[in-house]
């Protein structure tokens, strides 16, 4: 059973004010407060929410070394989601000797929050589990950010942007990742007439879609990157991050971009093609996470 400890507590009220033009947020169960095998942490306290992050640890003994970690952003067009969406990516993780943790943060359809909101917690989560290594048995310095789509886009945030911090929090401690995984991002959140722009995106960035948008705002820099991404995806197209990609290498940054014919949005998940993707993604990702030194060699065969 899982356990749960309470931290930051009186976080001062959010940064951003849901847009107006914004239509009354659908309700949306609650996110479990424990998943089995992980021990539930918050992380944030925000307008009467707790946010937790869900850690999952290695089997080995913490005193030997602090270990890599790596912390997903479950997808759901910042409008809804779950956290147990990359559970089993977590699970494999750990196994493999990572501090694995799943995050939750505001979507629209429980907190009627924009995507701005989104990314705040999400540096937010990743402030506090570099805040407390030490307990967690995490290396400080090696703690990468993953997530799908709008999970993409919020762990990506995190690297790109120095701002969207919450007020109030110690700003001495890093909220960048120092590796990403991401698994059909959303790299390009802006509106022109000339970007065939998903509804949902419209409306939780309202007229601030190129605020968000990673893809404006690259520069030098950035940590190792790997992007898992379907050729057949029509809701982020795959035509947008092999741009991002690319402009991210003639800025010298480290970014690796597999495409997989015929997959769609959402592709990695265990619901599609009887798992045999998110086998697949998980492989890569143990591979480019060994490669970066964050797992030991070999990386193993998944099932």
């Known amino acids: 059973m899982s356990t749960a400890h309470t931290r930051f507590r009186g976080v001062v009220p959010m940064l951003f004010v849901p847009l107006l033009a914004f239509a009354q947020a659908a309700s949306l169960p609650p996110q479990p407060l424990t998943v089995n095998g992980a021990t539930a942490y918050v992380y944030k306290s925000i307008g009467g929410d707790q946010l937790r992050l869900h850690v999952f640890s290695p089997g ?3 005193a030997i070394a602090r270990k890599p970690a790596i912390v997903f952003f479950f997808g759901g067009g910042w409008t809804s989601g779950s956290i147990t969406q990359f559970v089993p990516q977590a699970t494999h993780l750990a196994e493999r000797g990572m501090v694995a943790i799943v995050a939750d943060y505001r979507v629209f359809n429980r907190q009627g929050t924009s995507a701005f909101e989104a990314m705040t917690d999400a540096k937010s989560a990743l402030r506090w589990v570099r805040a407390h290594a030490v307990e967690l048995g995490v290396d400080a310095n090696r703690i990468a950010a993953a997530g799908g789509s709008s999970g993409g886009q919020v762990a990506l945030s995190a690297a790109i942007f120095d701002t969207f911090d919450e007020p109030g929090e110690d700003k001495t401690v890093s909220s960048k990742p120092n590796a990403l995984v991401l698994f059909n991002p959303a790299v390009d959140t802006t509106t022109t007439p000339t970007h065939d722009t998903p509804e949902a995106l419209k409306a939780r960035f309202g007229t601030r879609g190129r605020d968000g948008s990673p893809v404006h705002h690259l520069r030098a820099g950035l940590p190792p990157t790997l992007i898992l991404h379907g050729k057949a995806d029509t809701i982020v197209p795959y035509a947008d991050v092999d741009r991002y990609c690319t402009e991210a290498r003639t800025l010298g940054n480290q970014c690796w971009l ?45 099932r």
């Open 258 to 302: 597999v495409g997989y014919e015929g997959a769609t949005h959402g592709f990695f998940n265990s619901d599609r093609a009887e798992g045999k993707w998110r086998s697949e993604t998980l492989l890569e990702a143990d591979r480019f996470l060994t490669k970066i030194g964050y797992l030991p060699e070999p990386a193993p065969m998944i």
């Open 60 to 62: 080995s003994s913490r």
